[in-house]
Structure formats: C-alpha cells, structure tokens
C-alpha cells in the first residue's frame, strides 16, 4: 500500500491580521502507510501545517487531497472521523473512564456494542495496559505516559486512514518517552497505519520518521530519508539543524537499512545476526560484543536478506555532512 | 423554652390546613422559580460562554438588575404587572436566573481547550460536544448554582406574600401585624428547615451526578 493517502498541493495559510503566511504554498505528497515527522521550531509552521490536514484550520489557498478527494467537498465532521488525533496535552475527558473515552468515536458511528467492546480491548492491549485493569479506570488515575496509552488508542479507534499526532510525547519524562516511541515504532510496523508525527526534537524526527519534513519560516526546507536529512541536506537551515548530532547520536537514528548491502556470506550460518529494524547504535555495540568483521541483517522471519560490515559502519561516522560548505 | 417549642407544635397541630397550605403554596412558588431559572439561566449561560460580545451584555445586564433590592422589584413591578402568583415568580427571577447563569457561564468556560480541541479533533458535531463533553463537566458548577439558587429562593419566596402570591411568609406577616411571636418563629422555623431540607437534597444529588474521581 503506497498510494498517496494525503497530497498537498500549495498549501497555505494565513492568519487573520498576520503579514506573513504561518504555511506557504507547500506542495508534498504523504504515502499510504508511511511515517512522516515534521521537525521544526516552534513558530516554523510545522503545527499549522498539520492542522490544516484535520480542518482544524482552513486552508487560505492551495488545496489539499485525502485519498484524491478535495478535503473541503468532504463532510468535516465525517472527513475527522476518518483521521486519528493526539495532542500534547492528550486532552482524555475527566468524566469517562478509560473504556468510555476510547468508545467515543466508534459509538458516535453508531457501532455495534459488542464490535465496540472488542475494539477496547484490543486497543488497549495493543497500547499496553491491561484491558481488564484500565478499562473502567479514570483518566486522573493514570500517569502522563498512561494517559497517552490511552490518548493514543482513543485516536485508533474507529481505524483511522491516517494518524495525527501533534508533539504528543512532548510532556513526557525523557524515559517513558523513549519507551513510547519504541512501542509506536512496533505499533506502526505491525499496522502498517500511515502516521504524520509533528516534533521539534531532531532526535525523535530522525528515530521515529521513514521520511522527515523539516519545516522552516512556514516552507518545506527538505521532505527527505534521516539518512538524505543528516548527510545530503538541501540547504544551509538544514545543515545547520543537523550539524549539532554528533557521530554516536546519529548511529541513534538510522536503521540497518541506511548502511546494509546484498548478502554475500549468509551461507555462513555463524555470523552474529540484526534485525533490518535495529538502530545502527545497536550494530555498533553488537559489532563490539561480537568482534566479528561483519553481521547478517536479518528481517522478522529471522531469514537473512543483507549484511552490514564494519567499514560500512564506520563509513557511516566518516561522512561529511555535504551541507558543512554552506556554513563558510 | 420547652413550653415556646410546644407552643409552635401546638400552633401547627390547630392550624393545620392553613399551615400546610402555606407550605405547599411556598414550595410551589420556589419550584416553579427555580425551574424557570434553570430553563432561562443554564442555556443562556452556556451560550455566553460561547460567544464572549454576547457574554458582556447578559451578564452585565443581569448584574445590574441584580442591585435592586427583591422587595423594591416586587412593590416596583406591582403597578405594570400586577399581583398574585406570576408576578411574584417574576421578580424574584430577577435574583435567581443570574446565579445560575454564571455558575453555567464558569463551568463551560472551565472545560480545558485541549479537551475541546480533541473532541473535535476527532469529528464529533457541536451537539455531541455539548452534551457527551461540555455539559458533564460544567454540570459540577452547575449544580452548585442551582443548589445555592434554590436555598436563596426559598428564603426569598417569603416575600413573595407581599404581593398576594401566598406562602410562608403570610404567616410571617400575621404574625408581625398582629404581635403573634408564635406564628412568626412558626413561619421562620419552617422556612428555615425547608431551606435546609432542600439543600441537603440537592447535595446528595449533586454527589449521585457529579462523579469526577480526582485520585
């Protein structure tokens, strides 16, 4: 599935009494079971942008495309029901329990209650709290990383199209944000479920995004891979987000994928083995516990389709950042 | 003191039917205001909570109509619209919608803008964020207003017998016309327990509705 679920076509907008646009004509397509970060500073237009695709806000030009529809010949009531949203501030309603707040939508959609039931459970196994003990517990009941569990099955109910997610580990202790970012990793991966993340931690874009917006001064700087972001940066903003991440931060970010080649040794049934998923920091360590000149990437069946060897690794921390010029 | 309570006792117990007349002719008249006030109070109060222009010149206009003394309404309303049991409701409303339009108005204002923008957030209409969201949790503040409300309406229907509307205060009334300290700690007491009765009522029912658990 890699049809384009959400096409922007010079989108922008602008606020009442405002002299610059907050978005400005940004053209980009989002495909069908992808996940996009958008990483920029605060004021940068990341947030606006995203909330233009919900009709939070609405469009002063430009148009924007959901699934090839034009979003304002939609029903916008309808249109949202089809789309998750999480927030920072997770905004659970205090007087539903656990298992109500996750109902709304579905029953709002007149589902079946039984249907209804099921989907709460299942949710909320998927999010990691257990069904039987959370379900009828209230949301002041539960710790912040808790209450975006929950805020996050809430908005996977009624099997949205697409995931909005606006900063929503942001509030979030840096351990139990690490934790979640993990599990929304292996949440995207098992449902394939395209996800549009907003962020202004250049960590989390570049860990959490197969494809990473960087947003700057309402304009799209580069709509790129983590690895094209940090190693081919389009311009001198870029560059210069990027510069600070030193070699170790950005074996954090990428993937096996960036750095693996076909295999030639996978007849070898001895060599140390990673998932294509790990981090290349992971690599590293199993390079340093294993001392091994070279190790099989292997995918979920556990069969080895690739292999990352030293060099590559290292040519990894040896790449210049080819935006550096921009800086003289 | 045993022989002034026996005498209130004794006094009800001869005065029965006009006594218990004049309770129910009080509750009716309170009920009946309190009532019109929610009908009147909770849906304006809801909507100012909206839309802020509006807001200023309800709220403002209802404060200053609230600076009139209840009796100076009462006597001053005589002459346009008359008197018995309509025109006693009316101007005691004056007092009543206000505190239940601003317990409205603050208990809709207090529901948190990322609870808001989440509800429509995730496509549901105006309607069901107004009563699966915004109603549930103002309905705290709500209830306090209409408990208030109530408790202050039933003190202020004794006025009310000013106007010919009937009730308690008539035996408050007798009493002080013809110097039967009886009959006016009989009326008073009466009052009072009501008001006390009905308070306790509404606190239980505002613990049955309003079941936000903090912890």
Partial sequence: ?????????????????????AVSEVTLDIDGGSFVTILGTSGSGKTTL??????????????????????????VEEYRKKIGYVIQQIGLFPHMTVAENIAVVPESLKWNKNTIEERVDYLLELVHLNPAYYRNRYPAQLSGGQQQRVGLARAMAAEPGIMLMDEPFGAIDSITRKILQDELLAIHKKLGKTILFVTHDIHEALKLGGKVIVMDDGKVQQYDTPYNILFRPANAFVSRLVAAENTLEKLQVLRVGAVASPARHSDNPNIPR????????????????TGAPYLGVTDDSGRVNGEVSWDALRSVASLRNEGMEYYV | MYEFFYGIFEYIGSHRETWLEAVRAHFFISVTILFASVVIGVPTGALCAKKPVLSSIVINFFNILKVIPSLALLLLALPVIGIGFWPACFALMVHSIPTILISSYTGMRQVEAAILESAVGMGLSPGEIFWKVELPLAAPFIMTGVRTCAVDVIATTTIASYIGAGGLGELVMFGISFMNLTAVVTGGLTIASLSLAVDAAFGLLQRRLCRIPVE
């Fill in chain 1, 1 to 21: 599935m890699s049809d384009v679920v959400i096409a922007l076509n010079k989108a922008t907008k602008r606020f009442v009494g405002m002299k610059q646009n």
């Fill in chain 1, 50 to 75: 995203l909330k233009l695709v919900n009709r939070i806000h609405e469009l002063t030009a430009g148009e924007i495309l959901f699934n090839g529809q034009n979003i304002h010949e939609l029903k």
């Fill in chain 1, 274 to 289: 990673v998932n294509e998923a790990e981090t290349l920091s992971n690599v590293l360590a199993k390079f340093m516990e």
